[in-house]
């Protein structure tokens, strides 16, 4: 491990401009945080450790410890009563069973909360809360989960699981980078559990690198695609896998913003849903989170050769985050009202290029959203791990 830390520390040495961080102008983020969640202290502070192991899924063929998920646009057949599952793009079925994911989203919404609280105020109450939570989900080993997702989205009477089921780890990218606070700055108690937390992240990121569902996910050519890269980017990170750090920046260049933006910024497999406005804020977001993690401001601006950025891609959204009613195309079928919410992408953008309207925009809008939907949509909720 030590080893791997000092190849990324030779790699972010190698290129200090490509990992600069932009000041921001004018915002005090850590004001503006301090503001949202001290008002959250108690509720985040009462919430107990909750895996999957405490939570029952029927029709999983994985042990109590495997992590069980089903497609959200997959419905009982009217024609076929008991058979296969078909699929309603962007109709989600409430009768899908969700208790993994679910408690997966809270642990994704928990840790990172208690962590910024901690940066913020330096107070151990934080830091032992969120490592009880780190702790059950990583380290016990009769609590934890197994570091790998064979049995996400599967679909009733066709499969039980899916390469596309990845995408619900995206909910502790945060997770991770709040292992990274705690390991940079000495969180009180950390060291005892540090090596487990690490070791379920290095085993996982084995999993998501080298397994046929994580090979798959990785050339998903939509949003799904981004997906595999922020976590695999976020993940590396924390274990000082400078090797794959770097693979993700030139897969990030080469590969996802050349197929996914168009020249003038728009993101036509996004913009081609049922759900159009949220799929194109939810890649945009997993899009700039991933710049700015590989490479700050400067892969958040870069450009292909033919124009085509992530910036230009903030640049098209943000006049419809401004004013919804100007949107050119249909509305989602679902969620219209949900969003948009304080999209990251605005604040990476904003950060990286300069701009103060994007900024202000970010501060006007609403930072803790309560529909599970949307919530599920907005995966990069604590700028202070980020920033």
Same mark, same amino acid.
């Given at each position: 491990?030590?080893?791997?830390?000092?190849?990324?520390?030779?790699?972010?040495?190698?290129?200090?401009?490509?990992?600069?961080?932009?000041?921001?102008?004018?915002?005090?983020?850590?004001?503006?945080?301090?503001?949202?969640?001290?008002?959250?202290?108690?509720?985040?502070?009462?919430?107990?450790?909750?895996?999957?192991?405490?939570?029952?899924?029927?029709?999983?063929?994985?042990?109590?410890?495997?992590?069980?998920?089903?497609?959200?646009?997959?419905?009982?057949?009217?024609?076929?009563?008991?058979?296969?599952?078909?699929?309603?793009?962007?109709?989600?079925?409430?009768?899908?069973?969700?208790?993994?994911?679910?408690?997966?989203?809270? *642990? %994704? =919404?928990?840790?990172?909360?208690?962590? #910024?609280?901690?940066?913020?105020?330096? !107070?151990?109450? @934080? +830091? &032992?809360?969120?490592?009880?939570?780190?702790?059950?989900?990583?380290?016990?080993?009769?609590?934890?989960?197994?570091?790998?997702?064979?049995?996400?989205?599967?679909?009733?009477?066709?499969?039980?699981?899916?390469?596309?089921?990845?995408?619900?780890?995206?909910?502790?990218?945060?997770?991770?980078?709040?292992?990274?606070? *705690? %390991? =940079?700055?000495?969180?009180?108690?950390? #060291?005892?559990?540090?090596?487990?937390? !690490?070791?379920? @992240? +290095? &085993?996982?990121?084995?999993?998501?690198?080298?397994?046929?569902?994580?090979?798959?996910?990785?050339?998903?050519?939509?949003?799904?695609?981004?997906?595999?890269?922020?976590?695999?980017?976020?993940?590396?990170?924390?274990?000082?896998?400078?090797?794959?750090?770097?693979?993700?920046?030139?897969?990030?260049?080469?590969?996802?913003?050349?197929?996914?933006?168009?020249?003038?910024?728009?993101?036509?497999?996004?913009?081609?849903?049922?759900?159009?406005?949220?799929?194109?804020?939810?890649?945009?977001?997993?899009?700039?989170?991933?710049?700015?993690?590989?490479?700050?401001?400067?892969?958040?601006?870069?450009?292909?050769?033919?124009?085509?950025?992530?910036?230009?891609?903030?640049?098209?959204?943000?006049?419809?985050?401004?004013?919804?009613?100007?949107?050119?195309?249909?509305?989602?079928?679902?969620?219209?009202?949900?969003?948009?919410?304080?999209?990251?992408?605005?604040?990476?953008?904003?950060?990286?290029?300069?701009?103060?309207?994007?900024?202000?925009?970010?501060?006007?809008?609403?930072?803790?959203?309560?529909?599970?939907?949307?919530?599920?949509?907005?995966?990069?909720?604590?700028?202070?791990?980020?920033?």
């Amino acid at each position: 491990m030590i080893a791997r830390r000092t190849l990324l520390l030779a790699a972010l040495l190698a290129a200090p401009a490509a990992w600069a961080r932009p000041q921001p102008i004018g915002l005090d983020i850590r004001a503006i945080e301090r503001r949202r969640l001290m008002p959250q202290t108690e509720t985040l502070l009462a919430t107990e450790p909750r895996t999957i192991a405490a939570i029952p899924a029927p029709r999983s063929p994985g042990g109590r410890q495997d992590y069980y998920s089903e497609g959200d646009y997959w419905w009982p057949d009217p024609a076929n009563p008991g058979g296969a599952y078909i699929r309603r793009d962007g109709r989600s079925n409430p009768d899908k069973f969700d208790g993994h994911r679910d408690a997966l989203i809270a *642990f %994704g =919404r928990t840790v990172p909360a208690l962590a #910024a609280l901690w940066d913020l105020t330096g !107070e151990t109450r @934080f +830091a &032992d809360a969120a490592i009880r939570h780190l702790h059950a989900w990583f380290v016990d080993p009769g609590t934890r989960m197994n570091p790998n997702l064979d049995h996400a989205q599967a679909i009733i009477g066709v499969n039980s699981g899916r390469a596309i089921g990845v995408i619900d780890t995206l909910q502790i990218v945060e997770v991770a980078r709040a292992a990274a606070l *705690f %390991g =940079r700055k000495d969180a009180p108690g950390y #060291a005892a559990i540090r090596a487990g937390v !690490e070791r379920w @992240f +290095a &085993d996982y990121l084995d999993w998501l690198t080298a397994s046929p569902f994580g090979i798959e996910e990785r050339d998903e050519k939509n949003n799904h695609g981004t997906c595999w890269l922020l976590q695999t980017a976020s993940f590396a990170a924390l274990i000082g896998r400078a090797d794959i750090l770097a693979d993700a920046r030139t897969r990030l260049q080469t590969i996802i913003v050349p197929t996914q933006i168009a020249a003038d910024g728009r993101q036509p497999l996004e913009l081609a849903r049922t759900k159009p406005f949220a799929y194109s804020l939810f890649n945009l977001d997993v899009l700039a989170a991933s710049a700015w993690l590989l490479g700050g401001g400067d892969l958040v601006g870069w450009q292909t050769a033919d124009g085509r950025s992530i910036a230009g891609a903030i640049a098209w959204m943000a006049p419809y985050i401004a004013n919804k009613a100007a949107w050119p195309l249909p509305p989602d079928v679902e969620y219209w009202e949900g969003f948009p919410v304080r999209q990251p992408s605005l604040l990476f953008g904003g950060m990286a290029e300069r701009r103060g309207d994007w900024l202000a925009l970010w501060q006007r809008l609403d930072p803790d959203p309560v529909s599970g939907e949307v919530v599920r949509n907005f995966p990069v909720r604590q700028p202070l791990l980020w920033i």
